[in-house]
């Protein structure tokens, strides 16, 4: 190729290399925005959650005889109900990639049927190439999700297991530590289990009105609700970590592009003007012989 023609080729691509650098500093910035709104809403139900944790399993050991739906363990597991959580889109590095390794892995070790329940457009699309239809799936949800959704979604995963429909439910999320670590994990959601529950006590005394067991009916779906939509935030916070930390990379890689290119380009230019110098060059020695 022609000095000339070789620059404008890599010219062209300094520039499309450009275009795409905005693009990925544009994304990285929204997914930081998005991110900063989900990390101040996590990290203030992280204590309403652990305490409504520990005032459960205080008030439950001064019921006795427990019979709440909940609560009951299944004398056989036949089946198990699992909550899978990824994102609605790709950008965001490895996010989806380990929820989708970390759930077949936890499938192959429970070697049980499997029932779906989808939060997200990739696990849906998962759900659906392992040959497992969800039971529901639950697409583009908003990031400062309304908590009279996250009601309405936690009342279909309850009633799919207290109607029999599986014995068992595990929320497989991403657990958000940092803006650089997350790691996939799960949670057995459903049954409750509350095996301290029979020793612990609560760390103050307190006199309930009413009747422990009457606060318990208002107390466990409501714990039931808090948890979910913790863990609903703890899967947002990596989602939108994960995509900001893959926008930068791109944002750096392109950057370190743009810069070996614009070095070819100056290489392939400078060679553009010596080849015409020794032409003229050339040409006016012919003249002279």
């Known amino acids: 190729m022609p000095a000339v023609q070789n620059a404008r080729a890599v010219k062209r691509k300094i520039r499309s290399v450009g275009n795409i650098k905005k693009i990925t500093r544009a994304m990285q910035m929204v997914a930081a925005a998005k991110l900063k709104k989900v990390q101040v809403r996590l990290m203030e139900l992280r204590p309403y959650s652990d305490k409504i944790r520990e005032f459960l399993e205080g008030l439950s050991a001064q019921v006795k005889d427990l019979d709440y739906p909940l609560f009951q363990p ?51 699309e998962w759900a659906r190439k392992q040959g497992l239809d969800p039971v529901a799936a639950y697409l583009q949800l908003p990031t400062e999700i309304p908590f009279s959704q996250i009601k309405a979604m936690t009342k279909g995963i309850v009633e799919m297991f207290v109607s029999g429909g ?35 006590t609560l760390a103050h005394e307190y006199d309930f009105e009413p009747e422990p067991r009457k606060i318990l009916d208002r107390l466990i779906p409501r714990y039931v609700e808090v948890s979910f939509h913790r863990l609903l935030l703890e899967s947002f916070s990596s989602e939108h970590a994960a995509r900001m930390n893959a926008m930068r990379n791109a944002t750096d890689s392109a950057t370190d592009l743009i810069s070996s290119l614009t070095l070819l380009y100056n290489n392939a230019r400078q060679a553009g003007i010596t080849k015409e110098l020794l032409d003229i060059v050339g040409g006016a020695e012919a003249l002279k012989g």
Do not use: W
């Not at 790709?90 to 779906?116: D, H, W």
């Not at 014995?167 to 459903?190: C, I, P, Q, S, W």
């Open 166 to 200: 599986v014995d068992e439910v595990h929320l497989l999320f991403t657990r958000y530590v940092n803006a650089m670590t997350f790691k996939a994990g799960h949670v057995k959601f459903l049954p409750i289990e509350a095996e301290a529950s029979k020793e612990k």
């Open 74 to 124: 299944r004398a056989k597991v036949a089946s198990i109900g699992l909550v899978v959580m990824m994102a609605d889109k790709g950008l965001c590095g490895s996010y989806n990639a380990n929820m989708v390794r970390y759930t077949q892995k936890f499938i192959e070790e429970k070697k049980k049927p499997v029932k779906v329940v989808a939060v997200g457009k990739k696990a849906a």
